[in-house]
């Protein structure tokens, strides 16, 4: 399997990368929390089945979270596809990968400043990140 994404290094200096993995990714579970402005959650255990999310556990009680809250975690393709379709003309977009089995494990995502003057700077969005960890492959 084979993912491109762009990583931005600095506001002036893209590079580019191939992410390659041999390991079929579609029956996993991983762990994953979610920083941004929106209620905190802690952080959640996800069953992916056919790379889709198939039920979710708060790691804090080990209760089950509903599954209208499952639409803000990730698969690791969804990770993959939050890095690819960010618009970097707005968004600084640092990436971790996971060094044992080349997934993203941590993405932040940060609002470029929009410099109005010398004196003005204006955020127009706010930023967010991921963080996945624990990754185990389900037979």
């Known amino acids: 399997m084979k993912y491109i994404c762009i990583i931005i290094i600095s506001a002036f200096v893209a590079t580019s990368c191939v992410v ?6 579609y029956d996993y579970s991983i762990d994953q929390a979610i920083s941004c402005f929106c ?3 802690g952080t ?5 089945r056919a790379d889709t999310i198939a039920d979710a556990l ?4 080990n209760n089950h979270i509903e599954r209208s809250q499952w ?3 990730k698969t690791i393709k969804g990770l993959f596809d939050v890095i690819a379709q960010r618009d970097t003309s707005r968004f600084d977009v640092k990436v ?3 060094p044992k089995d080349n997934y993203p494990s941590r993405i932040f995502i940060n609002p ?13 969005d706010g930023g ?4 996945t960890s624990n990754y185990v492959r389900l037979k």
Do not use: N
Request: glycine share 0%; aromatic share 10%; no cysteine.
């Open 96 to 98: 971790t990968m996971d």
């Open 44 to 48: 959640v255990r996800l069953f992916v």
């Open 58 to 61: 708060s790691l804090s009680d």
């Open 128 to 131: 967010f990140a991921y963080e």
């Open 39 to 41: 209620p905190p959650t």
């Open 71 to 73: 639409t803000r975690y």
């Open 112 to 124: 470029k400043p929009v410099i109005v003057d010398s004196i003005a700077v204006i955020i127009t």
């Open 20 to 25: 390659e993995s041999s390991k079929d990714i």
